[in-house]
């Protein structure tokens, strides 16, 4: 297996050169932040792996010591959050002619 290569990728980057060469390498993808990053045996770089997502991290502080938030988890929770913020304002505002909300 190439040093550039993961048994499941989450994706791959083709770079083509001037001449036409083709290099391709995998990339993996951080189960709480979505960043993507090309596989390199030996960068140094530290990576983590969430028992609980069941995948990796990308390394940074947020993300490895921050606790698991899976992106899944905390965009539901957004969507929850303004979901109750909608309802708070029905009733309470009024759009003017501008399409502004002002309170009633
Ligand atoms: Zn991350
Ligand atoms: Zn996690």
Redesign the pocket.
Known sequence: MPDNSVLRPHGLVIVTDLDGNETVRDTLQ??????HWVVVKGSGRRRGWCMKCGGP????H???VGGCVPKEAALEAEEKRYGELARSIQGNFVPSASGILTPK
């Open positions: 951080c189960v709480h932040c979505q960043a991290t990308c390394g940074a947020a993300c490895e």
